[in-house]
């Protein structure tokens, strides 16, 4: 069976917010100040039980965004997450069930690792584009320089702990094709609603990913 390779447009994306979402009627309008900032490739995670009807409401009705799923753990998301009509999946580990399950579903998928060993099994899947988790807590940007010469295949996402003055570095090292976060959408401006504070954080990070 084929791996299914990120799209261009994901691996394009630079900065990914990574969004924990339970309302519909909020996701809308918070996607949108994100795809007004400039960020349009989005990871709604698994968490909440009103994830999936956020990302199919964000799908259907904000149609600058690529929306993906993120947090899958266990091999009957990716069909969930096909029928809701994201475009990429994501995971914080990988093991062999989930590897087997995300190739079945054929959708783009960004397995997560932590050491080099994870890595390498990921790689032996066949995967090239690995989620980095949790970035910050094992080594950052030092670390990702390191596997760089280890891993020539391998392009990373790191996610996990990056805040916005940790962004130029990261997408400054050439085995980093993106990074995520929730730092672009504080809890407490999506619980008030604030969404023009929502596309100033993603213009302002825009800015940084395409001045880095
Ligand atoms: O499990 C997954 O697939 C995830 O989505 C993990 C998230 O990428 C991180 O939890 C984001 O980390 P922070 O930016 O530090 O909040």
């Avoid at 399950?101 to 690995?130: C, D, M, N, S, W």
């Avoid at 996990?160 to 094709?177: D, H, T, Y």
Wanted: with cysteine; charged share 20%.
């Amino acid at each position: 069976m084929t791996v299914p390779r990120l799209e261009p447009s994901l691996t394009g994306a630079r900065i990914v917010p990574v969004l924990v979402l339970d309302n519909p009627a909020e996701a809308v309008p918070l996607a949108e100040a994100l795809v007004a900032g400039g960020l349009t490739t989005l990871e709604i995670t698994l968490r909440t039980p009103g994830a999936l009807a956020c990302a199919e409401a964000i799908a259907a009705k904000v149609p600058g965004a690529l929306v993906g799923l993120g947090t899958l753990i266990r091999p009957e998301q990716f069909a969930q997450a096909r029928d809701v009509g994201a475009r990429f999946v994501v995971s914080p580990g990988l093991t062999d069930r989930l590897a087997e399950a995300a190739k079945a579903a054929g959708l783009p998928y960004l397995p997560g690792i932590a050491t080099v060993t994870e890595a390498l099994i990921a790689y032996e899947h066949g995967f090239r584009e690995l989620k980095f988790f949790p970035a910050m807590l094992n080594g950052g940007a030092p670390a990702l320089k390191g596997m760089a010469p280890l891993l020539p295949e391998i392009r990373f996402c790191p996610t996990g702990g990056i805040k916005a003055e940790n962004v130029r570095e990261i997408l400054s090292l050439p085995n980093v094709f993106a990074l995520g976060g929730t730092w672009l959408t504080p809890a407490d401006a999506v619980k008030e609603r604030r969404w023009a504070d929502i596309e100033r954080l993603a213009r302002e990070a825009s800015t940084l990913a395409t001045q880095g």
